[in-house]
């Protein structure tokens, strides 16, 4: 196999940067025979604490319990507030920028600090306190900012629910975790479309008799249906409100926020983070791994409602006080060049994003980049799925003229944040590779067997603990336990698959679970296969996920139906509406493939490898073990015929 190309550290980069090749050696080598000292030296120099913990890390991986910094408090709100208001109150905190070119808003410090104690004093008028469940549901808007800080300053727990995810899905996840009080808009603002988000909220709430407080941000102004009593408008609440609103002390362990995400059943699972390590785990990642810069422009185009919203567009530039610049809207509204645009029209310095909206971006031509100067921008970074290499070279060909280093970041929603990553100044990068981990973070290659590999291909584990990492499931120790800390003893099992190379470089192949990667999200094959299956005319379902250029992966659906329905394109747009619905739009799938039978092993499990092998169009693998190996041999043969 040839040599894949190399990009080496520019000097001007080397020269200036954080952390060069020596100090990240040295950093390395001591996270890993000091652990102790080096967490610690970390979170004396990132967070300001109230009290010192006793202990740096507790760590028992059987039961499973980790502890970091116990017995220490803090408040996260004062850390990303407070602290920062004395030598830059007036510095622009968030820079939003509206669905609509051109319209902006800067909140500074001061004014963010301002809102937060507000709607905190809110908060707490409707009884919200200490370790109850927020669930918040908004678009892009300074607010969504506003709205986890003051549950993270009064010491309530947040949910942050996308705000693409259907009525049932946000009934699920506030049911999940009993949240009493839900913050909203009137309606969300994407690409010019209108989303009925106070609506949504209104249908997922007449299954949750417990919610007794609903507040609505306005941000279209249309009307929308009103409840006297439960619902109050945020900007009537807040003006009303008492500014001042002292920080609760937390303890380094206590709760700081659940986020859902799909696993392997059709139930996603709430990945539960906690105060301390998290914030110091998300400072400490953003300011290395963008070499991030006082006075930089900073912008994460992930939206608030995963977890690379809550760690790099909120927690960890408010931590290390930057601009954090914050984008309701689209790539492609209201022409594709509209990234580019916003680079320039705030002179952004480091713009981290996802290979979908790479490819996406790429696949409408250059001259839409090439309109634009991009001159300020110093990094670019990538996250949510393998990037393919040639959509890595354009990134960096293209987007920043060749003077920008990549960082091609890997990490998950349990992890909390950057664990496998080439820091700036530090590795030479090869496209397509995560490259080497980050200071503290120990990845692990393994086989079935769970025997360590030096290189090739296998499992990824990490062997060491890291203070970003998830602490349970919410409401599911034994979940947790399961899905994580038995598949390997002693190791956090990731759920993906991995190549280590002869340099040591990571490779990132995938998740290897019933988790398919759908645009950098994650999307459980048995939660759509559940959607599927509700609709009255379908009997069974197979989900799998087959290539796709944009999206890395879309969903192909193998459907049995019920008896006396029938195959039609019209059942077709139906199923996929229902799936649309259930769920919500990321979870639709694109292909729907009526069949009169599905493959099934003898003990009839379905053999999802071999639908897949059909979706991508494939030879079939290995047809041993199936019930009756004609049932996919007929498939293969009409998926193949079929009209597309
Ligand atoms: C899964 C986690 C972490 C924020 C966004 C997604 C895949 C993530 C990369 C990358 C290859 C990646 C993995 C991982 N993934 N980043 N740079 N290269 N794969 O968070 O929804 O929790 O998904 O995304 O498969 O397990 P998530």
Redesign the pocket.
């Known amino acids: 196999m040839s040599q894949p190309v190399r990009y080496e550290v520019g000097a001007e980069m080397a020269a200036r940067a954080h952390i060069d090749r020596a100090a990240y050696q040295a950093l390395y080598r001591r996270s890993i025979e000091d652990p102790s000292g080096f967490w610690a030296e970390q979170a004396q120099q990132f967070v300001t604490w109230s009290r010192p913990w006793a202990r740096v890390l507790d760590w028992d991986y059987q039961i499973p319990r980790i502890r970091w910094f116990e017995g220490a408090k803090l408040n996260v709100a004062y850390n990303c507030l407070d602290r920062h208001l004395a030598s830059r109150g007036d510095r622009t905190a968030i820079l939003w920028e509206a669905d609509e070119p051109g319209e902006t808003r800067a909140v500074s410090y001061r004014e963010l600090f301002d809102a937060v104690c507000r709607f905190a004093n809110a908060l707490k008028a409707r009884g919200v306190g200490k370790g109850d469940r927020v669930a918040i549901y908004l678009p892009m808007v300074p607010e969504a900012a506003v709205a986890m800080l003051a549950c993270a300053r009064i010491g309530a727990v947040h949910s942050v629910v996308f705000g693409g995810f259907s009525p049932e899905s946000l009934k699920d996840r506030i049911l999940d975790s009993d949240c009493r009080v839900v913050v909203t808009a009137d309606e969300g603002l994407r690409g010019g479309r209108h989303v009925p988000l106070k609506a949504n909220v209104d249908a997922a709430l007449l299954a949750c008799p417990r919610v007794h407080t609903v507040f609505v941000v306005r941000r279209t102004g249309r009307s929308i249906a009103w409840q006297a009593g439960r619902d109050l408008w945020y900007h009537e609440t807040v003006a009303s409100a008492d500014p001042e609103c002292p920080p609760v002390e937390m303890d380094a362990e206590d709760p700081l926020f659940i986020l859902y995400?799909?696993g392997s059943t059709g139930k996603p699972k709430g990945?539960l983070h906690t105060s301390g390590g998290y914030l110091v785990y998300a400072a400490i990642t953003h300011r290395y791994v963008f070499d991030y810069r006082d006075g930089d422009i900073y912008w994460c185009t992930?939206d608030v409602g995963?977890?690379?919203g809550h760690?790099y567009c909120v927690y960890g530039p408010l931590c290390n006080g930057a601009t954090t610049l914050m984008f309701e809207g689209i790539p492609t509204h209201p022409n594709p060049g509209r990234f580019w645009e916003v680079v320039d029209r705030h002179r952004v310095n480091i713009l981290y994003t996802?290979?979908t909206a790479i490819r996406a971006n790429m696949a409408q031509g250059d001259a839409w980049v090439q309109k634009s100067r991009r001159t300020s921008l110093r990094i670019l970074g990538?996250?949510?799925?393998?990037?393919n290499p040639e959509a890595w070279e354009w990134y960096y060909r293209v987007v920043g003229d060749r003077r920008c280093p990549i960082v091609?970041?890997?990490?998950?929603?349990?992890?909390g944040g950057?664990m496998?990553?080439p820091l700036p100044a530090v590795v030479t990068t090869k496209p397509g590779s995560?490259t080497i981990p980050y200071p503290g973070i120990v990845p692990e290659l393994v086989d079935a067997k769970g025997n360590k590999l030096e290189v090739g291909g296998g499992f990824?584990t990490i062997a060491q603990p890291w203070p970003g990492m998830l602490r349970t499931i919410f409401g599911d120790d034994e979940r947790y336990r399961e899905i994580y800390w038995s598949r390997f003893p002693d190791r956090y099992f990731?759920?993906?698959g991995a190549k280590l190379d002869e340099d040591g470089y990571w490779w990132?192949?995938?998740?290897v679970d019933d988790?398919l990667?759908v645009a950098?999200?994650?999307v459980g094959t048995m939660e759509v296969e559940s959607a599927l299956v509700d609709h009255p005319a379908v009997a069974e379902a197979a989900v799998v996920g087959r290539a796709h250029d944009l999206k890395g992966q879309a969903l192909a659906a193998f459907v049995t139906l019920k008896d006396g329905q029938n195959a039609s394109d019209g059942l077709k747009d139906d199923l996929k509406a229902h799936v649309t619905q259930k769920i919500g739009a990321i979870a639709r799938p694109d292909d729907i493939f009526f069949s009169a039978d599905l493959p099934k092993t003898r003990s009839g499990k379905i053999m999802r490898r071999l639908l897949k092998d059909i979706a991508e169009g494939r030879a079939l693998g290995d047809t041993t073990t199936l019930a009756d190996p004609n049932v996919v041999s007929r498939l293969k043969e009409m998926y193949e015929a079929r009209e597309t």
């Open positions: 995400t799909s990945v992930a995963w977890v690379t760690t996802a290979p990538t996250v949510g799925e393998p990037i091609d970041t890997w990490w998950q929603t349990e992890t950057i496998i990553t995560a990824l990731t759920g993906d990132i192949l995938g998740r988790v990667n950098g999200h994650r």
